[in-house]
């Protein structure tokens, strides 16, 4: 029997809902934290339990979990999210999926945002040279952002092929780092590890890498411009013509 199309909304049972307090949780890390926690408040809206079956990170970094599973009509919960902040710095940003029988999202993406204070900056991050390169030293840049000075202690080359000696341009605030190859001729990618004084663990140690890379190809040779004329296939002996 066909009914009409008000008579079926009325008659279908009451749809479950999570409605959540926000989906991107834009929040600034303390520099002395090595994890860091954003919590997601919901509420089900709806007249339906809602079941949820998986909670899934995008990154190994990252931990989820909902306060329970399960949730009534008009019962509010908790999604709490960690992330390990290792050596991120900057904003970083990473998904969550809720999955559940919310038939209005049975897959809802949230979303850390996170912001990580840099206590120092390296520049260049990578310093490269070219395979066959005339190999000499590259030097990379260190300072100090915050107000607190960290003394750099010592840098080191992970690779023998390079060498890499610091200088103190500014006792706690600015460094260089002079980096030689002692040859250009095969491919190489290495790192130099930069030690500090600094008293959080998370800030002591860092990396600045270096490579050497073989170059890009020739580009194609041109195309000739339009009513140019076009080189002969064969040069013409003895001055005769080319044949065609």
């Known amino acids: 029997m066909w009914l009409p199309a008000v008579v079926l909304a009325t008659a279908l049972p009451g749809r479950g809902g999570l409605v959540f307090d926000r989906e991107v949780a834009s929040?600034?890390?303390a520099p002395s934290e090595e994890t860091h926690e954003s919590k997601f408040h919901f509420k089900n809206t709806g007249t339906k339990p809602v079941a949820i079956s998986e909670v899934q990170s995008t990154c190994g970094c990252l931990g989820a979990a909902t306060d329970k599973m399960l949730y009534?009509?008009?019962e509010s919960g908790t999604l709490s999210a960690t992330i390990k902040l290792g050596t991120f710095e900057g904003e970083v940003i990473k998904s969550i999926y809720l999955i559940s029988d919310d038939v209005e999202a049975p897959k809802r993406q949230l979303q850390m945002k996170i912001t990580i204070p840099k206590l120092m900056e390296v520049s260049p991050e990578v310093t490269t040279w070219a395979v066959g390169e005339e190999a000499k030293p590259k030097k990379?840049?260190?300072?100090?952002l915050r107000d607190e000075p960290i003394?750099?202690?010592?840098?080191?080359?992970t690779r023998d092929a390079f060498t890499a000696e610091l200088v103190e341009l500014e006792k706690g605030r600015a460094y260089e780092v002079i980096m030689t190859p002692k040859t250009t001729a095969e491919p190489t990618l290495g790192a130099v590890k930069i030690e500090t004084d600094c008293e959080l663990s998370r800030y002591r140690?860092?990396?600045?890498?270096?490579?050497v890379?073989?170059?890009r190809r020739a580009a194609a040779a041109a195309v000739p411009a339009p009513g140019a004329a076009a080189a002969p296939a064969t040069a013409p002996a003895n001055g005769g013509t080319p044949a065609r």
């Open 151 to 157: 003394v750099v202690t010592s840098v080191s080359s």
């Open 213 to 215: 890379v073989r170059p």
């Open 140 to 144: 990379l840049t260190i300072k100090v």
């Open 72 to 74: 009534q009509p008009g």
């Open 27 to 29: 929040e600034t890390a």
């Open 205 to 211: 140690n860092r990396l600045a890498f270096f490579n």
